[in-house]
């Protein structure tokens, strides 16, 4: 299948802007890389109220180049996505009922400490990140493993708020376009101690159109699922794509 | 599909001491577990000569009573598969050509060692192992992870053999059996320094019904490979079977 690593190939034409549910969420993404991207365009498609946020709107809106992966500057992309607006990581915190933590792992804590512990309280927090360590080369390490997890840290940094892991196995592109990859036809896995939670992050995952959402159990089962990236680095060189994913057969 | 733990499952009614493929090679296999006695009776269903290891001969012999998975005594399991002997660490090392790892991960190194250095020299190590830590409770953990592996400390601890990671992210039954479960349309990977190593393993895999085979690369892929259990022993517990396996789909 042709590579679309750019998150507006997922976009079906004509329907660029229209809802889908209609009910509507306001939902805060927190980072604006491609996981955040593709979040924020395939959530105001399908009709919620998106504010990404970032460190500094300023800097961000700044930047004239494209990045390392060839993606386009934010400000490019903010005007092919005018439903979705850019705020401050706090702003985009205090405007979501629902926050999606979509930034590098090295940088989350960080990122959600600035967005403010009162705008994280009581709610659904998605934890996309990998805490991937790059410092020794081209094959990332994790910074956290086995014992611990990156989505643990974050439920015990902000204990009012209710973390669930999920899709960070899988490349972005693919988080908001299952069916891009034979008709839907494999996994996504969900961590997390409340189970309200893990239920309406259900529910979004079945309007992006995954059919197989596995509950792993609590939070701490996200060791399991973070600890999935080194073979999917390795999946990704021997294949040399990254629109793959892990399918349980049984 | 019906659950079968014991290896005894997987020979074809009638064909119980038929070579299959006619070319035996002299096979020792380290471990008398159910991974040990799984490929022990499958490489003698296909016409090799197999001696399984034990750390002590008399002490294995002498236990009479089912393991904690109901696996029964050795001494019956030999009573049933005549063509494998039993023999120390040492003697089934010094007899194989192709040594099979089939070890508990935390007793890994003192068995190899046990089964004598020059005993390996410029063989194929298969390593089947994972370095499970159950100290902390029903969840493993991994003994190491992350920038080390089982597989890599292997191949340090015996330089001159030519250890290949392979089939241990797969249960006992699944590994010598693969086609038991969708017809075999789920994957195995591999990894290890030697190309000529990896083929003879491959040759091995393919023997046992495997199709899709997956070079991840180097010794130091096994570190992907070690920390999918963190995972797979999640989904057994969710599953509620371990006759499952991962497939990647692309």
């Given at each position: 299948m042709a590579l679309h690593m750019s998150p507006e190939g997922l976009l079906p034409k004509g329907s660029k802007f229209t809802s889908i549910t209609g009910d509507g969420m306001k939902i805060g993404v927190i980072g604006t890389g491609i996981v955040g991207r593709s979040h924020a365009a395939k959530l105001a498609l399908l009709g919620?109220?998106?504010v990404m946020g970032t460190r500094n709107v300023e800097t961000t809106l700044g930047v004239h180049e494209r990045d390392m992966m060839g993606n386009p500057p934010l400000k490019e992309w903010l005007q092919g996505h005018p439903m979705v607006k850019l705020e401050s990581f706090h702003e985009a915190a205090l405007h979501g009922e629902l926050i999606i933590n979509a930034t590098r792992g090295e940088h989350t804590l960080e990122a959600l400490r600035n967005s403010g512990e009162r705008n994280l309280e009581g709610k659904v927090i998605i934890d996309i990140s990998n805490p991937l360590d790059f410092s020794e080369g081209a094959l990332p390490s994790l910074l956290v493993a086995n014992t611990d997890s990156l989505g643990e840290e974050?439920?015990?940094a902000f204990?009012?708020?209710?973390?669930?892991?999920?899709?960070?196995?899988?490349n972005a592109r693919l988080q908001v376009?299952?069916?891009?990859?034979?008709?839907?036809?494999h996994d996504v896995f969900l961590s997390g101690n409340d189970a309200g939670a893990k239920q309406r992050v259900t529910e979004i995952l079945r309007s992006?159109?995954?059919?197989?959402?596995?509950?792993?159990?609590?939070?701490?089962?996200?060791?399991?699922?973070e600890m999935m990236l080194p073979m999917w680095v390795r999946l990704m060189g021997v294949l040399q794509t990254p629109l793959f994913?892990?399918?349980?057969?049984?």
């Amino acid at each position: 299948m042709a590579l679309h690593m750019s998150p507006e190939g997922l976009l079906p034409k004509g329907s660029k802007f229209t809802s889908i549910t209609g009910d509507g969420m306001k939902i805060g993404v927190i980072g604006t890389g491609i996981v955040g991207r593709s979040h924020a365009a395939k959530l105001a498609l399908l009709g919620h109220e998106v504010v990404m946020g970032t460190r500094n709107v300023e800097t961000t809106l700044g930047v004239h180049e494209r990045d390392m992966m060839g993606n386009p500057p934010l400000k490019e992309w903010l005007q092919g996505h005018p439903m979705v607006k850019l705020e401050s990581f706090h702003e985009a915190a205090l405007h979501g009922e629902l926050i999606i933590n979509a930034t590098r792992g090295e940088h989350t804590l960080e990122a959600l400490r600035n967005s403010g512990e009162r705008n994280l309280e009581g709610k659904v927090i998605i934890d996309i990140s990998n805490p991937l360590d790059f410092s020794e080369g081209a094959l990332p390490s994790l910074l956290v493993a086995n014992t611990d997890s990156l989505g643990e840290e974050i439920q015990r940094a902000f204990p009012n708020a209710k973390v669930v892991k999920t899709l960070n196995t899988i490349n972005a592109r693919l988080q908001v376009d299952p069916d891009a990859l034979m008709s839907g036809d494999h996994d996504v896995f969900l961590s997390g101690n409340d189970a309200g939670a893990k239920q309406r992050v259900t529910e979004i995952l079945r309007s992006y159109g995954w059919k197989n959402v596995v509950d792993l159990g609590d939070i701490s089962t996200a060791r399991g699922a973070e600890m999935m990236l080194p073979m999917w680095v390795r999946l990704m060189g021997v294949l040399q794509t990254p629109l793959f994913n892990f399918k349980i057969v049984r």
